[in-house]
Nanobody, 113 residues
Framework: QVQFVESGGGSVQPGGSLRLSCVAS????????MAWYRQTPGKPREMVAH???????TYEAFVKGRFTLSRDNAANTLYLQMNDLGPEDTAVYYC???????WGQGTHVTVSS
């Protein structure tokens, strides 16, 4: 089963940007659906953005217009460009395929002044 390794998180001020990466241990070319999720302590993991095929994307309302999901099948990598970050975006971010494979460790994003 493919494994995912997320990276690119960090601490930024409100209004800042980050680009998250999710590298798969194997080819993602045949994985039709993939998504980014996030989780804060005490809350369930929630979907942030979803990609079907190579370019069809959907976004949750709370990130729409600020986040952009993309994939590079040749690099076995999923990306999440996050702009205009706010404190409410503070969370651990994960990627996964749909149906789910094993969850990675995630990457921490902290937005504070």
């Amino acid at each position: 089963q493919v494994q995912f390794v997320e990276s690119g998180g960090g601490s930024v001020q409100p209004g800042g940007s980050l680009r998250l990466s999710c590298v798969a241990s194997g080819s993602i070319e045949k994985i039709y659906q993939m998504a980014w999720y996030r989780q804060t302590p005490g809350k369930p993991r929630e979907m942030v953005a979803h990609i079907y095929g190579t370019t069809q994307t959907t976004y949750e309302a709370f990130v729409k217009g600020r986040f952009t999901l993309s994939r590079d099948n040749a690099a076995n990598t999923l990306y999440l460009q996050m702009n205009d970050l706010g404190p409410e975006d503070t969370a651990v971010y994960y990627c996964n395929s749909i149906p789910f494979a094993n969850w990675g460790q995630g990457t921490h994003v902290t937005v504070s002044s």
